[in-house]
């Protein structure tokens, strides 16, 4: 994500057993202006099938497509380039990023980040709309402010990269975190979106023994009997030296533990690599997951080595399965 907060004395730091790991160095760039992915399925306002991401940039990105190959701007969520509360939180921030975008009984939840490159004092916030097409009557972006939050010298946390899970019994979690001491998990109020009243904060991952504790990016999803966590390491932001990257681990509880596919904890750094960057793509990662009756795909971002001028563009990649239950991400789709 745009900005990989990392603790001080990172930014002068330098910055698998599962197979096989990603290389498609054949295939076509998606979309410039795409960091920090979150996609979404949804009809337009004229009723057609369609895809929308949420990505960064000066007041959230909105962007639709027909097919997962051909896009196009619609629009922003945000007028301003950070919202009034945020600014006032935050004033250090000049900008918002790493949203994640879903839909839950009637409404679309987005929430967002907000920060200053490097700094802990960050604040997750949420908007909710009724709809996702610009062009719908309907369309009207909702803040409803705060939701976690993080201080310089209060906790082990930083409050950015938010990812909403609803469970198969309805209860609602937030995963979040960015370097220091890793991911962490939250439970959430269904009706505020908010967390919980005396919930407790729940480390679900972390890279304990990496010098930069470089980890951020979760998202979870639910495939039989595992919830599966997927993570971003190393460099998001360096362009052809970004070596970020996204490995996975599973658990049988929402909460943990999560182990890779050699069973090491995510908590001591475990972490199965899945989509790694090559000759062409230089450090994809920051992803989200797609689910259809046709099938799963991953969304990330990456560099393209023929034209980094770009930044960081948007890739959809299919998502398959291995016999023993890992997920297996392809080549991308081709515009």
């Avoid at 610009?134 to 369309?139: E, G, N």
């Avoid at 198969?168 to 908010?194: H, M, Q, R, V």
């Amino acid at each position: 994500m745009i900005g990989s907060n990392i603790p001080t004395l990172a930014l002068i730091a330098t910055l698998c057993w599962f197979s096989p790991l990603v290389t498609a160095a054949d295939s076509n760039a998606i979309l410039a202006g795409g960091a920090d992915p979150a996609i979404v399925a949804a009809d337009t306002a004229q009723g057609e099938k369609g895809y929308y991401v949420a990505s960064t940039g000066r007041g959230l990105n909105l962007w639709y497509s027909p097919d997962l190959q051909t896009w196009k701007r619609i629009g922003h969520v945000f007028k301003e380039a950070v919202p009034a509360w945020a600014k006032a939180e935050v004033p250090k921030s000049s900008g918002i990023w790493a949203p994640d975008l879903s839909y839950h009984d009637g409404l679309f939840y987005l929430y967002y980040s907000v920060s200053s490159f490097g700094s802990q004092r960050s604040a997750i916030g949420l908007a909710v709309n009724k709809a996702i097409d610009p062009k719908d009557s309907d369309y009207q972006w909702i803040n409803r402010g705060k939701v976690v939050e993080s201080h310089i010298g209060r906790g082990d946390y930083n409050a950015i990269d938010p990812a909403l899970f609803v469970d198969e019994n309805g209860k609602w979690y937030l995963f979040f975190g960015s370097f220091w001491s890793g991911i962490k998990a939250i439970e959430l109020d269904p009706a505020t979106g908010k967390p919980l009243a005396e919930a407790p904060l729940i480390p679900v991952a972390s890279r304990p023994d990496h010098p930069t504790h470089a980890i951020e990016g979760a998202y979870v999803i639910r495939r039989g009997e595992h919830y599966y966590m997927f993570v971003s390491w190393d460099r998001c932001c360096d362009g052809a030296d970004s070596d970020y990257k996204v490995v996975v681990g599973r658990s049988e509880n929402v909460l943990g533990p999560y182990v890779d596919a050699q069973g090491k904890p995510m908590l001591d750094g475990g972490g199965t690599k899945v989509l790694v960057g090559d000759d062409r793509w230089r450090g994809p990662g920051h992803n989200s997951i797609l689910t259809t009756d046709q099938g799963q795909w991953m969304a990330h971002h990456t560099y393209d080595m023929e034209h980094l001028d770009a930044q960081r563009i948007l890739q959809i990649r299919p998502m398959t399965w291995t016999a023993d239950g890992w997920p297996k991400i392809g080549s991308p789709v081709s515009n």
